[in-house]
T-cell receptor
Framework: QKEVEQNSGPLSVPEGAIASLNCTYS??????FFWYRQYSGKSPELIMF????GDKEDGRFTAQLNKASQYVSLLIRDSQPSDSATYLC????????????FGQGTELSVKP | DAGVIQSPRHEVTEMGQEVTLRCKPI?????LFWYRQTMMRGLELLIY????????DSGMPEDRFSAKMPNASFSTLKIQPSEPRDSAVYFC?????????????FGPGTRLTVT
């Protein structure tokens, strides 16, 4: 079992729709959770992090965390073609130092 | 701030040659990470340093790979000898001191092709 699992996609949604990206993790000691966006040919950039159960909203983005189910998701409301990218989920366990464990990423395509 | 700087941006070399990738972290950041990204394996952590000291090198694939951080502003990742399966994009990232949900800032990456 991979430590962090994501559907590879591609996930295709029409412009203006809600895109839902999901991630599960195996280490119950994980304490912080991150969503990175990576455009083709570019480096990953952080868009959100969350460490408490529940929802965290930032503009059109909402991160959701359920530690009991070891599940974290990212919702993108009013999806735009510029949101088309690969979204990487990453988790951190402070007891294992500062390293992030990344999932394989989900490719999102927003169609005009 | 210039961000994380990596060089070279592209490297094409022949199998068996030595390859050295370079990274300059963001000033003031004391953690530095080396990642490798391929289509098959995704983004993998190779090694990371705190305060110039290697903390976890369990991701280094084999003895052909080595990394150093002689000071707070410079790190190298060396592959000797290189093999075609080492072809990938290598990212360097840095982050601020301490624990917590500190963001890792990624450099632009070095695209390595070994023929």
């Amino acid at each position: 079992q991979k430590e962090v699992e994501q559907n590879s996609g591609p996930l295709s949604v029409p412009e203006g729709a809600i895109a839902s990206l999901n991630c599960t993790y195996s280490d119950r000691g994980s304490q912080s959770f991150f969503w990175y966006r990576q455009y083709s040919g570019k480096s990953p950039e952080l868009i959100m992090f969350i460490y408490s159960n529940g929802d965290k909203e930032d503009g059109r983005f909402t991160a959701q965390l359920n530690k009991a189910s070891q599940y974290v998701s990212l919702l993108i409301r009013d999806s735009q073609p510029s949101d088309s990218a690969t979204y990487l989920c990453a988790v951190k366990n402070y007891n294992q130092g500062g390293k992030l464990i990344f999932g394989q990423g989900t490719e999102l395509s927003v169609k005009p | 701030d210039a961000g994380v700087i990596q060089s070279p941006r592209h490297e094409v070399t022949e199998m068996g040659q030595e390859v050295t990738l370079r990274c300059k972290p963001i000033s003031g950041h004391n953690s530095l990470f080396w990642y490798r990204q391929t289509m098959m394996r995704g983004l993998e952590l190779l090694i990371y340093f705190n305060n110039n000291v290697p903390i976890d090198d369990s991701g280094m694939p084999e003895d052909r790979f080595s990394a150093k951080m002689p000071n707070a502003s410079f790190s190298t990742l060396k592959i000797q000898p290189s093999e075609p399966r080492d072809s990938a994009v290598y990212f360097c990232a840095s982050s601020s001191p301490g624990q917590g949900a500190y963001e890792q800032y990624f450099g632009p990456g070095t695209r390595l092709t070994v023929t």
